[in-house]
């Protein structure tokens, strides 16, 4: 963070608050987010945060927007800045948050890629080789598909988050929510559970743990899901968020209830979830195709011309 005085002091303060919920990916691009506004207000000579108007906004995302930064970039970088702005408000530096006022770019719609139920099934009833980690990764794996959980959500799990039959998650925005865990998953956690507390050190509240007894990190979950599915010979990238869209979009195909998929996401907004309905739609299609008498005709049903 560069040095600006009271200013980035505050950022400072901010950002040691994000820590304590947000995942390092989300705090290191926020960092960055929000050394790129410092840099700007140093160069327009602003001195203090009451100067932080929405006028002042515009220019800033305009700037960045004509430097090459791409829709998804500047949605972060005001998202960033907004929520920074909601704690100087707190903290009493301003009297509203001016970026509420400035439009949030329009972002490109990406249809999440499940993989295939059948080949998602086969890959996790493929037998491992019964050591620890291995018995770790398969509750890890069965898990994030059973529950749809994200990285960080799976990775800030403690023990007595468990119960039972549903698992207590902190979500995005320091948001908890109970999310059911499958038989699978329950047998994949039992027999993890078994082992864990030779493996975990004393004191540690962490669900799933690295060989050193410590909490498993975000970058080493990501490494492992990736092992294993070379392993056991996925042909496909395998990682924490592809498992959650499988989770949303197979679910959804089975059930047709868009809101109580959107629960167990954890979605604030239905419209986050309503992306799973283009899935659906692909899936419906190609049952349409094979079942309705008349979705396709056979060139011989075609009339000459």
Known sequence: MPEHGPLAD???VFLEGLSRTASPATLDAYRRDLANLLAFMDEQAITAWQQLDAALMRRFLGGERARGLGPRSLARRRSACSKLAEHLLAAGHLDHNPVALVRSPRLPRHLPRPVDVDRLTSFLDTPHDGSPLAIRDQAMLELF??????????????????????????????????T????????????????????????ESALFVSQRGGRLGHRAIQQRL?????????????????????????????????????????????????????LDWQHLAASYDAAHPRARRRPSDETPT
């Open 226 to 278: 990736a092992l294993v599915a070379r392993h056991r010979g996925l042909d496909e990238h395998l990682h924490p968020h592809r498992l959650r869209h499988s989770f949303a979009s197979h679910l959804l195909e089975s059930s047709q209830d868009l809101r109580a998929v959107q629960e167990l996401l954890g979605h604030a907004n239905l419209s986050t979830t309503q992306v799973y309905t283009h």
């Open 10 to 12: 505050e950022v400072e």
């Open 180 to 203: 059911p865990v499958g038989s699978r998953a329950r047998q994949a956690l039992e027999a993890w559970l078994q082992i864990r507390m030779k493996m975990a050190v004393p004191g």
């Open 145 to 178: 598909y059973s529950s749809g959980l994200r990285l960080a959500e799976l990775a800030g799990l403690d023990l007595d988050d468990l119960h039972g039959e549903r698992v207590r998650v902190m979500g995005k925005g320091s948001k908890p929510r109970q």
